[in-house]
């Protein structure tokens, strides 16, 4: 069956570090999206990504934060300078069309600890 | 005001009980509605989603949707240990790409 994929499963990294968070999203979906979710707390929206390009963002999607699909299978979440907030649980997800398929597929999240 | 409540539990039912979770919203503009389930430390996994109001069943999940209430149902039937998991509603407009999630629904089924 096919998944979304996130690599590192744990990153930890000292404050004002850059950090590059991967996923390979599902080979025919074509809209694609980073949420988080800090433990105990909500799942949050990101941004979402179509024809390479920004569709939509949140408020959490600061300059700090880019995204980017550099070679057409992977899509990366970028924080330029870590804050000690930004400790959360990253999920990639992608959906085969926009949202209103209602279908929403995440990968196992990409565990992120700033020191 | 909060887009999407849900009760976070802790919920816990006898294996072979039915169990109802529920989340309400406030935005008229919702029109898909999905459950998630998630186990801890991973990645939410799709259950089942809806379009607008009514019902829709698969195998022992029911999703039920009352938009006038602005309330939104997942019943699951025969609920069995492995159904242990914390619950996410989440739901979107006809436009735009972003899901609001509820906090998650923690359930145990006790064998």
């Known amino acids: 069956e096919p998944e979304v994929t996130q690599t590192p499963s744990h990153q930890v990294t000292q404050m004002g570090q850059e950090v590059i968070l991967r996923c390979v999203p599902i080979?025919?979906?074509?809209?694609f999206y980073w949420y988080r979710q800090i433990l105990g707390q909500k799942v949050e929206f990101l941004v979402s990504f179509y024809n390479n390009e920004i569709s939509e963002k949140s408020e959490i999607f600061d300059d700090q934060f880019s995204v980017e699909r550099p070679d057409g299978s992977n899509f990366t979440l970028k924080i330029r300078s870590t804050k000690l907030e930004d400790s959360a649980m990253y999920f990639c997800?992608?959906?085969?069309?926009?949202?209103?398929?209602?279908?929403?597929?995440f990968g196992e999240g990409s565990r992120l600890t700033v020191l | 005001q909060k887009e999407v409540e849900q009760d976070p539990g802790p919920l816990s039912v006898p294996e072979g009980a039915i169990v109802s979770l529920n989340c309400t919203y406030s935005n008229s503009a919702f029109q898909y509605f999905m459950w998630y389930r998630q186990y801890s430390r991973k990645g939410p996994e799709l259950l089942m989603y809806?379009?607008?109001?009514g019902n829709k069943e698969d195998g022992r999940f029911t999703a039920q949707v009352d938009k006038s209430s602005k309330y939104i149902s997942l019943f699951i039937r025969d609920s069995q240990p492995s159904d242990s998991a914390t619950y996410l509603c989440?739901?979107?407009?006809?436009?735009?790409?972003?899901?609001?999630f509820g906090t998650g629904t923690s359930l145990t089924v006790i064998p």
């Open positions: 809806t379009y607008s109001s």
């Open positions: 080979s025919n979906h074509l809209y």
């Open positions: 989440a739901m979107n407009p006809i436009t735009g790409n972003q899901f609001y």
């Open positions: 997800a992608s959906s085969e069309g926009t949202s209103n398929t209602g279908e929403l597929f």
